[in-house]
Nanobody
Framework: QVQLVESGGGLVQAGGSLRLSCAAS????????LGWLRQAPGKGREFVAGIGWSDIRTIYAASVKGRFTISRDNAKNTMYLQMNSLKPEDTAIYYC??????????????????WGQGTQVTVSS
């Protein structure tokens, strides 16, 4: 299995930027497709972005497309989420997640097998 640890969350004003990181340990990192998902207060967990084994295949939720960029560095066992033009509605706990059963990143949260502990992102208006 793989262990995941997120970092980089914090408090930012609307329009600002943050970069989240997800460091992995355990089994071969490049064997996993990865995703960023988030959970806002009182809401269910939702898909944000996903990336395939390399950084060629990426998908995004409509709400973040054009503002967020997902990437991975297999040599460093790390995935990133660059978040620009942040909005108050982006406020949530952000989780990184991994699965090895698919060749493309799934958008359904319940398809992911491994999860980090989450990092809080708060965007003030």
């Amino acid at each position: 299995q793989v262990q995941l640890v997120e970092s980089g969350g914090g408090l930012v004003q609307a329009g600002g930027s943050l970069r989240l990181s997800c460091a992995a340990s355990g089994r071969t990192f490049s064997n996993y497709v990865l995703g960023w998902l988030r959970q806002a207060p009182g809401k269910g967990r939702e898909f944000v972005a996903g990336i395939g084994w390399s950084d060629i295949r990426t998908i995004y939720a409509a709400s973040v497309k054009g503002r967020f960029t997902i990437s991975r560095d297999n040599a460093k066992n790390t995935m990133y989420l660059q978040m620009n033009s942040l909005k108050p509605e982006d406020t949530a706990i952000y989780y990184c997640a991994a699965v090895s059963r698919f060749s493309s990143p799934p958008s359904a949260p319940n398809e992911y097998d491994y999860w980090g502990q989450g990092t809080q992102v708060t965007v003030s208006s």
